[in-house]
Nanobody, 123 residues
């Protein structure tokens, strides 16, 4: 079992930055892939970024490439999403998730989800 708790969301002006954290419980977290997803009102939950268990492989959605950086610290059982140059269209609830799979781009591969943290970007 892996439990995930996100933090770091909030209100920021366009062009600003936020760093989201995902604290995981369970010693097995370090063997799981991790992803960040977001869901805006009335829209699907889409993948934003993902990272494999060791941190050697990452994936970014086209909409956030060059602006967001995903990372993890397995010693601290924590994952991060650094978000720079934020835009109003980045406004959403952001979720972290853990996958016992190498297919880190695939939403259905994720077994555990956090409760989400709201990110609001004002124009």
């Amino acid at each position: 079992q892996v439990q995930l708790v996100e933090s770091g969301g909030g209100l920021v002006q366009a062009g600003g930055s936020l760093t989201l954290s995902c604290a995981a419980s369970g010693r097995t977290f370090r063997s799981y892939g991790m992803g960040w997803f977001r869901q805006a009102p009335g829209k699907e939950r889409d993948i934003v970024a993902a990272i494999n268990w060791s941190g050697s492989n990452t994936y970014y959605a086209d909409s956030v490439k060059g602006r967001f950086t995903i990372s993890r610290d397995n010693a601290k059982n924590t994952g991060y999403l650094q978000m720079n140059s934020l835009k109003p269209e980045d406004t959403a609830v952001y979720y972290c998730a853990a996958a016992n799979s190498l297919a880190i781009r695939v939403r259905n591969e994720y077994d555990y989800w956090g409760q989400g943290t709201q990110v609001t970007v004002s124009s």
